[in-house]
């Protein structure tokens, strides 16, 4: 497909080839749609080393994360982000995995992004527009939504994946609601600890949670109280 090939940096390949040895990335799927989509168009500007194996503030008391939890999270939601799926990315702050999302599941897919931060919505438009992903968000595959992610996007669920890039107290009842039968969804959970969780959904509608790891994400919470944080 042209769309896995077209031109990103040799920095961001390297990158990739380093997550891959420290066995981070393992699927075929995730090592190219990371070489695919070039990190660098989703950090701010003024970020000097975009590649860089850490999170890094983009405004509004938000970071984009470390590229490891975005190679951890593409693993995990991989099966359930093939050709045609639907998946949310609730926080989808610069826009990066959701980008990495509508690459897999394709044309034939849908991916929503959910943000409450309206110019974080902005920027990740515009970024999406400077990647490969950019011929998707001219149909209908691709949209991102100035929301309440706690609320997740009933309009088009269910959902094979979700994705939360912030931490939630708890998972949230609509977001359980949202997820397909065979679904998953992979949240961090906890305030001051906080696991990584990842939250299947069974055939027969019951739920198996385990925990991926132990995280720091900034936390899913009112505008109001993000704006407030310090
Ligand atoms: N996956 C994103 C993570 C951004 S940080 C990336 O790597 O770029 C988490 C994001 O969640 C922030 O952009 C923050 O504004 C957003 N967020 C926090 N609480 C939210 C809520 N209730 N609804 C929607 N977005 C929320």
Redesign the pocket.
């Known amino acids: 497909m042209e769309l896995w090939t077209s031109g990103s940096s040799d920095k961001n390949k390297a990158m990739v080839e380093q997550l891959e040895r420290y066995g981070i990335v393992q699927s075929k799927r995730v090592k190219e749609v990371m070489e695919a989509i070039d990190r660098a168009l989703f950090v701010p500007a003024e970020t000097r080393s975009p590649y860089y194996d850490s999170p890094m503030p983009?405004g509004?008391n938000?970071?984009?994360?470390a590229p490891h939890m975005?190679a951890t999270c593409l693993e995990l939601l991989e099966k359930n982000l093939q050709p045609g799926m639907r998946a949310l990315d609730?926080?989808?702050?610069?826009g990066?995995?959701t980008a990495c999302f509508a690459m897999m599941v394709g044309p034939q897919g849908c991916v929503v992004g959910?943000?409450?931060?309206p110019d974080?919505v902005s920027f990740s438009i515009d970024n999406i527009k400077k990647s490969v992903a950019e011929p998707l968000l001219n149909g209908d595959s691709l949209s991102i939504h100035a929301a309440?992610?706690?609320q997740g996007w009933p309009e088009l669920a269910p959902y094979d994946a979700i994705h939360v890039?912030?931490a939630a107290p708890e998972i949230p009842q609509p977001l359980l609601d949202q997820l397909k039968p065979g679904g998953r969804m992979v949240i961090p959970v906890g305030t001051v600890f906080q696991e990584l969780k990842v939250v299947d959904k069974n055939l027969d509608g019951s739920i198996s949670v385990r925990d991926e790891t132990s995280v720091r994400?900034?936390?899913?919470?009112?505008k109001a109280a993000?704006l407030n944080a310090y």
């Open positions: 983009i509004y938000a970071t984009i994360s975005h609730v926080g989808s702050g610069t990066y995995l959910v943000e409450h931060i974080l309440d992610g706690r890039g912030a994400y900034v936390p899913l919470t009112s993000q």
